[in-house]
């Protein structure tokens, strides 16, 4: 299962950034966000589709339906520039799957 | 607070073996399933392996299957990933994280561990 992500989104600040993740009828399994910044492991921002987990601000928020899922970054900070990462669980192959992962640039 | 603390990443030739080792604290680690995800150098997340709570069940990538074991010691909360037959495309830092409870999502990750494979 092929997760795809654009590798780079810009926005200004205060602006809304979103961040696409494609996959054959994604919108059939639960999706999952990951913010990396530089030097950083991963941390969780977005989980099943729309949930945030505790200390995540209201500012990031979820979707998903067909074939896109996409996370949404409202009033967009300097510190939301990172890399974002995609993720669902394949029960045909019994595999986590990774999308590529986004750039996000604040202009 | 949860907190996972990799260690033994280091500098092996092709061929080599090396183990890793996760330790956790801050949870009930034997009832949570945990997990190795690795990250090559400017390259995205690869999720490597699984291992439930108990560790009779385990899950590999195609790319490691039959060269990198997945293991836990609940009495010593700790997470290991024993690999062998290690290639250059091996090099990445590697992450051991927390699988959350019902969901299949890492909720918690260590600050990872960097293995360098190279002759």
């Known amino acids: 299962y092929v997760l795809t992500q654009p590798p780079s989104v810009s926005v200004a600040p205060g602006q809304t950034a979103r961040i696409t993740c494609g996959g054959n009828?994604?919108?059939?399994?639960?999706v999952h966000w990951y913010q990396q910044k530089p030097g950083q492991a991963p941390v969780l921002v977005v989980y099943?589709?729309?949930d945030r987990p505790s200390g995540i601000p209201e500012r990031f928020s979820g979707s998903n339906s067909g074939n896109t899922a996409t996370l949404t970054i409202s009033r967009v900070e300097a510190g939301d520039e990172a890399d974002y990462y995609c993720?669902?669980?394949?029960?045909?192959?019994?595999?986590?799957?990774f999308g590529a992962g986004t750039k996000v640039t604040v202009l | 607070d949860v907190q996972l603390l990799e260690s033994g990443g280091d500098l092996v030739q092709p061929g080599g073996s090396l183990r890793l080792s996760c330790a956790g604290s801050?949870?009930?680690?034997?009832?949570?399933?945990m997990t190795w995800v690795r990250q090559a150098p400017g390259k995205g997340l690869e999720w490597v392996s699984t291992?439930?709570?108990?560790?009779?069940?385990?899950q590999f990538a195609d790319s490691v299957r039959g060269r990198f074991t997945i293991s836990r010691d609940n009495f010593k909360n700790t997470l290991y990933l024993q690999m062998n037959s290690l290639r250059v495309e091996d090099t990445a830092v590697y992450y051991c994280?927390?699988?959350?409870?019902?969901?299949?999502?890492?909720?918690?990750w260590g600050q990872g561990t960097l293995v360098t494979v190279s002759s």
């Open positions: 994280a927390r699988v959350r409870r019902g969901y299949n999502v890492f909720d918690y």
């Open positions: 801050g949870f009930s680690f034997s009832t949570y399933a």
């Open positions: 291992t439930s709570g108990s560790g009779a069940v385990t």
């Open positions: 009828n994604i919108g059939g399994k639960t």
């Open positions: 099943d589709d729309t």
């Open positions: 993720q669902v669980w394949d029960t045909s192959s019994d595999h986590y799957v």
